[in-house]
T-cell receptor
Framework: GEDVEQSLFLSVREGDSSVINCTYT??????LYWYKQEPGAGLQLLTY?????DMKQDQRLTVLLNKKDKHLSLRIADTQTGDSAIYFC????????????FGAGTRLAVHP | NAGVTQTPKFRVLKTGQSMTLLCAQD?????MYWYRQDPGMGLRLIHY???????AKGEVPDGYNVSRLKKQNFLLGLESAAPSQTSVYFC??????????FGQGTRLTVV
């Protein structure tokens, strides 16, 4: 079955790097996504990675994909207070009709 | 180009009442999704659609029905609302392989 798992909380100091981890179950997922949700708002796409890539970098964001372990991570360099939000990992589950499945979300708290 | 629009944004229902949430997208996307978001549980897929006239069940479909009569609209219905359906509902749409665009959400309270 489909399942995406994330740790629920992460606390970092401003200026440090944050690493948010995610594991997924569908080895044939073609796309894996990271979304950000600020309080009271909808979801905003941060970045995504194709399954044939190991790494993708986009300014302060680095996504690493380990297909063997079905592990995805999002690294945020030089974390700022504006990065405080909930981060969701999501996969396109190919087992049935392109379902877009989300993890429970990781709440990132950035403190001075 | 408005993206994904959800109506209404807020609603309070009494137990047993019915209502329909509307999701409209103007991007000609094939896929549309309805999720509910509850604290600590992330987004759970209720129903989704891979094209006009098609619908499929997600993870938590019980108590909800959907219709996709027109490609741009995906309706979520609650026939007899229950307090357990108090949640924030999000609609999303996407083209195959691309990012999913989300609406701003509907906050529903069932008393």
């Amino acid at each position: 079955g489909e399942d995406v798992e994330q740790s629920l909380f992460l606390s970092v100091r401003e200026g440090d790097s944050s690493v948010i981890n995610c594991t997924y179950t569908d080895s044939s997922s073609t796309y894996l996504y990271w979304y950000k949700q600020e309080p009271g708002a909808g979801l905003q796409l941060l970045t995504y990675i194709f399954s044939n890539m190991d790494m993708k970098q986009d300014q302060r964001l680095t996504v690493l994909l380990n297909k063997k372990d079905k592990h995805l991570s999002l690294r945020i360099a030089d974390t700022q207070t504006g990065d405080s939000a909930i981060y969701f990992c999501a996969e396109i589950y190919s087992g049935g009709y392109n379902k877009l499945i989300f993890g429970a979300g990781t709440r990132l708290a950035v403190h001075p | 180009n408005a993206g994904v629009t959800q109506t209404p944004k807020f609603r309070v229902l009494k137990t047993g009442q019915s209502m329909t949430l509307l999701c409209a997208q103007d991007m000609n996307h094939e896929y549309m999704y309805w999720y509910r978001q509850d604290p600590g549980m992330g987004l759970r897929l209720i129903h989704y659609s891979v094209g006009e006239g098609t619908t499929a069940k997600g993870e938590v479909p019980d108590g909800y029905n959907v219709s996709r009569l027109k490609k741009q609209n995906f309706l979520l219905g609650l026939e007899s609302a229950a307090p357990s359906q108090t949640s924030v509902y999000f609609c999303a749409s996407r083209k195959g392989g691309d990012e999913a665009f989300f609406g701003q959400g509907t906050r529903l309270t069932v008393v």
